[in-house]
C-alpha cells in the first residue's frame, strides 16, 4: 500500500505543477545520484532568433535567407521556425519545397525550384560531403550552414537564451549533492557556454536523438541512478530509458506518455521543488 505521506508529497507537488505519476516516481526520485538535462526548451527558452546571416562566394545576404526559409519552412524544429519568421519580417517570398528530408539532429534537405537546397549543422554538411572554406565556431550561438547543389553558402547564427533561473535551480539541485548533466544535439561551443554560464557539471555535445540514450546509460554505469529532464523533442527514448523521466513545459504528447513526472511550468525551479517534495514524503513515511 501507498503510504498516506506520499499523497500528501503528491498534493505538494500538484500545487506547483508537478505531477508525479503515481507514488513510485516520488519515492525514486529519493535514489537519484545525477540530474541529467536536455539543452533547448529545459535549460534553454527554446526561443530561437536569427542574428547573422553570412553569405559565402557569390551569395548574397537576402537570397542565402529566403533559401534557407523556403527549406526550413517545411519544418517544425523551433530553429526552422526562427530562420522563416526572420525571412518574413523581411518581407522575403518563399517558395514551398517539391520535397523534402528531415534528419533528426541534423537539419534539412528540401527540394527548391533553384536546386537542392541543404540547410542543417556541421553532421549534416559532413554526411553530404559539403566542403566549407570557412573556420568556424566563434562560441557563441548556434551556426546552422547552407548548401545549395552540393556548394557551401555560406551559414547562419541563431541565439536561444538561458532561462533567468536556470543557474539558481542547478546550485539548489547540486546543493542536494546531485550530479548535473546536459546532453543535446547542439555543437560542442555553444553547449560548453550554457553549461558554464549555468554551473552545470558535465556536457555531452553533437548527439543525435538515438546517442542520448547510450550517453545516459553511460552516465548510469559512472554514477548511479539517473533522472532525465527534457523538454519531449526527440527524446522520448532518453526519458523511457532513465531511471527517473520527466517532461518540462508543454512537453510533446508522446514525452507526457513516456514520462514518470510532469512538469507543468516551464520554470527550471520546478526540478529543485521535486527533489525537496521527494525527500521530504519520504522522510515522514519511514
Ligand atoms: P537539442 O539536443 O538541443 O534539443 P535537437 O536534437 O532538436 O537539439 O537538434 C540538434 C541540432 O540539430 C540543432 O542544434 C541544429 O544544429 C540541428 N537541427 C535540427 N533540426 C534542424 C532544422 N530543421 N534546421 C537546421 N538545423 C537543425
Ligand atoms: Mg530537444
Request: no cysteine.
Given at each position: 500500500s501507498v503510504p498516506l505521506a506520499f499523497f500528501s508529497g503528491l498534493g505538494a507537488g500538484s500545487k506547483r505543477g508537478i505531477l508525479f505519476k503515481g507514488g513510485i516516481s516520488l519515492e525514486a526520485?529519493?535514489?537519484?545520484k545525477v540530474l541529467v538535462m536536455d539543452k533547448?526548451?529545459?535549460?534553454?527558452?527554446?526561443n530561437f532568433v536569427l542574428q547573422e546571416v553570412r553569405p559565402s562566394g557569390d551569395m548574397d545576404i537576402n537570397t542565402l535567407l529566403r533559401l534557407c526559409a523556403s527549406c526550413e519552412s517545411a519544418s517544425t524544429h523551433p530553429i526552422a521556425h526562427s530562420i522563416v519568421t526572420a525571412a518574413q519580417n523581411k518581407g522575403l517570398p518563399l517558395t514551398a519545397p517539391d520535397s523534402v528530408e528531415e534528419f533528426a539532429g541534423k537539419g534539412i534537405l528540401a527540394r527548391l525550384p533553384e536546386g537542392e537546397m541543404l540547410c542543417g549543422n556541421r553532421k549534416l554538411m559532413e554526411q553530404f560531403h559539403i566542403s566549407m572554406d570557412q573556420a568556424h565556431g566563434n562560441g557563441y550561438g548556434t551556426e546552422i550552414f547552407a548548401a545549395l547543389n552540393g556548394t557551401y553558402t555560406g551559414h547562419l547564427v541563431i541565439s536561444d537564451t538561458i532561462k533567468e533561473e536556470a543557474a539558481s535551480a542547478i546550485r539548489q539541485i547540486k546543493s542536494k549533492g546531485i550530479t548535473t548533466a546536459m546532453l543535446t544535439g547542439d555543437a560542442a561551443d555553444s553547449a560548453s557556454a550554457v553549461a558554464k554560464a549555468t554551473g552545470i557539471d558535465e556536457v555531452h555535445a553533437r548527439l543525435l536523438p538515438q546517442e542520448k540514450l547510450s550517453e545516459l546509460q553511460k552516465i548510469r554505469e559512472k554514477h548511479g541512478e539517473v533522472m532525465f529532464v527534457g523538454d519531449g523533442i526527440n527524446d522520448a527514448p532518453v526519458l523511457a530509458g532513465a531511471d527517473v523521466g520527466a517532461a518540462m513545459g508543454s512537453g510533446a504528447d508522446a514525452a507526457i506518455e513516456a514520462a514518470?513526472?510532469?512538469?507543468?511550468?516551464?520554470?527550471?525551479?520546478a526540478i529543485p521543488q521535486a527533489f525537496s517534495i521527494s525527500r521530504a514524503a519520504s522522510r515522514v513515511a519511514r
Open positions: 526520485m529519493r535514489n537519484i533547448t526548451g529545459t535549460i534553454t527558452k527554446g514518470d513526472v510532469v512538469f507543468m511550468t516551464s520554470s527550471m525551479s
